[in-house]
């Protein structure tokens, strides 16, 4: 069983001043702030896709949850530019304090929060500076609160219950129940970037007058640390594990990487002129970073914290926010795309109980079930068979394994459907059969996936089967009903068996092997397990047909390699 179950462990075939990153890991988009206008970049390509032409002097930047809007503040104008993600067309103008400069949007995506460094009566960034309350349903701004000297920094927590705002030297935390700030804490010397880490148990403040980031405990309102970075950080923000943080140092043309369990910097990485905004991507595995005193985004590979890519975008990205995201991709289920996971076979029925792929355009992370019962929903995505919840062992952007469930014995077809985000696909049809054999192959290369039943050990052209002599288990799915049949999604258990009803026919090479035992494979879902012994009369060679019959319906042909007997 032992090369079985490696086999089966993969798909059988086959905050701060952010750059705002918008969409599902597989539909993402950095949005960068320029002078004139935003710059979009696909995250996939690492190439400029559009650009929007839209205010003047432009600097924070934020992609709202659900990768349907951007909001861009216009320092000249005075406002906030909507920008609707799906057409790139900019769907609203909202005025706000004046000198507009960092955007966040709390997670429920229903309020957006604007940092304005001076005021509408002209007063000095330096003495007064408010905060603007965006309503997102009717985009109009429902409140304004009074803070210190605004430096562009605001971060909403994971709740949406505090609201964190750079000041000089200080941050300030507001109550967005009420928008009144409810504590002040004292940091470095003229801090821009604020992050909240996904725990929303810590803050995190680049303080780029003292070159220092503060870290303050979120419950308590107190800073817990402090460490040095490089020379005049901006930017800063948190990885989606709360692992790692990551600075942009404008002074010296780099990004300070700190472990965020020791608060320690743990390496530093050069970048483009003048780094100002940087964000993360959904999977934490790249880092975007604006740099303002040229035209380029650079792209850091966060496993070897190395850039991998310049993109040019346009004069000074500023990019205060968080800029990663885009719109979102609805899962889709190719026609003729449910399909057994064994044979493969284009438009042929499946049967319940058995293991099938399913084809489309899942936005979904890869991901992998590693425990038993199976999920009904992995890596955010769910199936419906005719309603029904199907158990998952694999999902991709392109790909998701599934059990068919049992429930549907004595049905003849079955609508499927995948659910991302609340967003139900449309419905793709797949007919069913009782009995629907199909035999794994090793890569999909023909080599039947059966082994020694005595040794474990594969079958093939350099550890051959022996004719008259040696007993092999022959690993399929879509054998119909069993004994003993267990839940859907669960495992065949190990103490009981679970028996084919009906007793199918084994051809190796045209020569019929006598059934040992048919059924489910134990401790497996969805797997079925042909014990017989290899015939005396079998033929030889290395790629000796084998096929498996039962309730009138033949599997694949696969290959087996089989010498002589003694």
Same mark, same amino acid.
């Given at each position: !069983? ?40 696909? #995250?996939? $390509? ?34 906030? @530019?909507? =920008?609707? #993600? ?50 997102? @349903?009717?985009?109009?701004? $429902? ?11 605001? @971060?909403?927590?994971?709740? /949406? ?38 725990? &929303? ?7 780029? /007058? ?40 404008? /002074? ?61 975008? &346009? ?17 889709? =289920?190719?026609? /003729?795309? =449910?399909?057994?996971?064994? *044979? ?32 009904? $929903?992995?890596?955010?995505?769910? !199936? ?8 998952? *062992?694999?999902?991709? @952007? ?43 192959? !090793?890569?999909?290369? &023909? ?18 089967? $022996?004719? +008259?002599?040696?007993? =092999? *288990? ?21 103490? !009981? ?12 090479? +045209?020569?019929?092997?006598?059934? %040992? ?28 047909? %084998?096929?498996?019959?039962? +309730? ?15």
């Amino acid at each position: !069983m032992h090369s079985v179950t490696k086999l089966l462990r993969v798909p059988l075939a086959t905050a701060g001043l952010l750059l705002a990153v918008a969409g599902s890991a597989s539909a993402q988009y950095a949005y960068i702030s320029t002078f004139s206008g935003i710059s979009v970049i696909s #995250t996939a $390509t690492n190439t400029v896709t559009a650009t929007v032409k839209v205010g003047s002097h432009n600097y924070g930047v934020a992609v709202n949850p659900a990768g349907t809007r951007v909001y861009l503040a216009n320092w000249d104008y005075s406002n906030v @530019a909507v =920008i609707d #993600t799906a057409t790139n067309a900019v769907v609203a103008v909202v005025s706000v304090g004046k000198n507009p400069t960092g955007v966040a949007v709390n997670p429920a995506g229903t309020y957006v929060y604007v940092t304005n460094q001076g005021d509408s009566s002209g007063a000095p960034a330096s003495t007064v500076g408010s905060v603007s309350v965006i309503n997102t @349903a009717a985009n109009t701004v $429902t409140a304004t609160v009074n803070v210190g000297g605004p430096r562009g920094g605001i @971060a909403v927590d994971p709740t /949406g219950t505090h609201v964190y705002v750079t000041n000089n030297n200080s941050v300030s935390v507001i109550n967005a129940a009420t928008s009144a700030i409810a504590a002040t804490v004292s940091v470095g010397n003229e801090p821009i970037g604020v992050a909240v880490n996904p725990a &929303g148990t810590y803050v995190y403040v680049a303080n780029s /007058g003292s070159n220092t980031v503060s870290v303050i405990n979120a419950a308590t309102n107190t800073l817990t640390a402090g460490l040095r970075v490089g020379s005049e950080p901006a930017g800063v923000a948190v990885n989606p594990a709360g692992t790692r943080v990551y600075v942009a140092n404008q /002074g010296d043309n780099s990004v300070s990487v700190i472990d965020a369990a020791t608060n320690t910097v743990t390496a530093t990485v050069s970048v483009g002129s003048g780094p100002y905004g940087v964000a993360v991507n959904a999977t934490g595995t790249y880092v975007y970073v604006a740099n303002r005193g040229g035209t380029s985004v650079s792209v850091i590979d966060a496993a070897t914290n190395t850039v991998t890519a310049t993109v040019n975008v &346009g004069d000074s990205p500023a990019n205060i926010g968080n800029f990663i995201g885009g719109p979102p991709v609805a899962a889709s =289920i190719n026609a /003729g795309g =449910i399909v057994n996971s064994a *044979s493969f076979a284009a438009n042929a029925p499946v049967s319940p109980g058995s293991l099938v792929s399913v084809y489309g355009i899942f936005p979904v992370n890869t991901a992998q079930a590693n425990l038993v019962p199976l999920p009904s $929903t992995l890596s955010g995505l769910s !199936m419906q068979f005719s309603g029904i919840q199907a158990p998952l *062992s694999y999902v991709s @952007a392109t790909q998701a394994n599934a059990q068919v469930p049992w429930e549907l014995a004595g049905q003849t077809q079955a609508t499927v459907t995948a659910t991302v985000g609340g967003q139900t696909s449309t419905a793709q049809s797949v007919k069913l059969a009782s009995f629907a054999p199909g035999i794994f192959t !090793m890569n999909g290369q &023909g080599q039947g996936a059966i082994v020694n039943a005595l040794t474990g050990q594969l079958i093939g052209p350099s550890s051959p089967a $022996t004719a +008259g002599s040696t007993y =092999i *288990s022959i690993y399929c799915t879509g054998l119909g009903p069993v004994s003993n049949q267990p839940l859907t999604g669960a495992a065949a258990s190990a103490s !009981m068996l679970s028996q084919t009803l009906l007793q199918p026919t084994v051809d190796i090479g +045209g020569v019929p092997a006598g059934i %040992l035992f048919s059924g489910l494979a134990p401790t497996f879902v969805g797997l079925y397990q042909i014990n017989v012994q290899v015939p005396a009369a079998a033929p030889v060679g290395g790629t000796v047909g %084998l096929v498996v019959s039962i +309730g009138g319906a033949a599997s694949n042909t696969v290959a087996i390699a089989i010498q002589p007997g003694l």
